[in-house]
């Protein structure tokens, strides 16, 4: 699953007001990802009652605690008379381990189902492409066993925090950056933005100066060679990875990969100039019709746009707009959305992105 497959609300529990988890609930066939789980471990209660482990592979943050915490409230909001067998089954017979996936997979597009029509004479809708790094770290708690990934290269801990703080951060972070400042710079792709000489050079600043300060090192993973690895891997250019799908849906994506560093970076006393101006380019990108050229590099899709036009339209200004979003946009944690000076170093980039272009931006930001 996406972020968005998890369907819960802005305060992280279950979006009872969505109307398909509601027609879950309510004994259909399921629709949400998170009904076809439950429904599929009510089944298996009911018959041989054998234990499962429900694995996630995305993006989110301690992303098995999250599943299991939904798939409780879930079983909560069901009919009375389905939850004590099923939550008795959960409670016992049920574990869903934290796991950090590395690999860069780009959208599937109609060039990858050709290419591999032609290579392997068969017709695939959904081929994956991906790059070839790959690197997959998860919790060793598996209620029934499990295969023996590792001599395949993956990796088990008892801790998977460090490696998928390093990862965000790092890697989506970064890639969110290079989205919103290559669209403005005329880049379809994520290895066109980080070959950019002054992008690609911002882009490294922040990762290094920036963010890195922030991440623990996970053992074997040295930060700094992560970086080196990851300006590498960015720059490939047989992924065709669009920055506007890497920039679609930067509301969920932003208090993610951005927020913890935001937050404990101005709580060390810093403003990290790099990354707000990242936000100042999500603001312009997102609510700016001529922010870049939509025909040519795709459009970044966000669920929250109309909602974030609409605060824009009050505003006086482009400044004044990089305000209101970060303040009542309701995508970062307050402690960051109301801090008062990244709100006026987000604003001034605002202003300069509007007035002098992207690369006077740029150019601000690194001195």
């Not at 399921?30 to 789980?37: E, V």
């Not at 992560?226 to 720059?235: K, N």
């Not at 669920?303 to 309701?330: F, I, N, Q």
């Not at 109301?338 to 604003?347: P, S, Y």
Request: glycine letters at 8%.
């Amino acid at each position: 699953m996406t972020e968005k497959g998890y369907t819960f609300g802005a305060d992280g529990r279950l979006d009872l007001d969505d109307p398909l988890v509601r027609a879950d609930l309510a004994g259909g066939p399921p629709r949400t990802a998170l009904g076809l789980i439950v429904r599929g471990l009510q089944h298996r209660a009911r018959t041989d009652g054998a234990p499962v482990t429900v694995l996630s592979c995305d993006n989110l943050m301690a992303n098995g605690h999250r599943l299991r915490a939904l798939i409780d409230e879930f079983v909560a909001a069901l009919p009375a008379s389905e939850r004590p067998e099923l939550q008795a089954y959960v409670a016992t017979s049920l574990t869903t381990p934290n796991t950090m996936v590395d690999r860069i997979a780009p959208a599937t597009t109609d060039e990858h189902r050709d290419l591999v029509a032609r290579a392997f004479g068969v017709r695939d809708s959904v081929p994956v492409p991906a790059e070839p790094y790959r690197l997959w770290v998860m919790e060793d708690d598996f209620r029934a066993g499990r295969p023996a990934w590792e001599h395949a290269g993956a990796l088990f801990t008892n801790d998977v925090a460090p490696y998928e703080l390093m990862k965000l951060r790092l890697l989506n972070g970064a890639h969110s950056l290079l989205a919103y400042l290559g669209l403005l710079r005329g880049h379809r792709c994520i290895d066109q933005a980080v070959t950019d000489e002054l992008l690609g050079g911002a882009a490294e600043f922040a990762m290094r100066e920036e963010i890195l300060p922030t991440v623990p090192e996970p053992e074997g993973m040295p930060g700094k060679a992560y970086v080196t690895e990851l300006l590498d891997r960015f720059a490939n250019p047989a992924l065709g990875h669009r920055t506007a799908q890497v920039g679609s849906d930067g509301s969920l994506k932003i208090p993610v990969r951005w927020a913890g560093v935001l937050a404990e970076s101005l709580a060390a006393g810093r403003v990290p100039r790099v990354l707000a101006l990242g936000l100042a380019a999500y603001v312009h990108v997102i609510t700016a019709d001529d922010a870049y050229d939509e025909r040519a590099l795709g459009t970044v899709h966000d669920g929250a746009r109309p909602r974030l036009a609409e605060l824009a339209a009050r505003a006086s200004g482009p400044a004044d707009a990089a305000r209101l979003l970060l303040s009542e946009g309701d995508f970062l944690p307050p402690d960051v959305a109301q801090h008062r000076e990244l709100i006026d170093v987000v604003g001034e980039f605002a202003h300069t992105l509007a007035v002098h272009g992207v690369e006077a931006a740029l150019r601000s930001a690194l001195t």
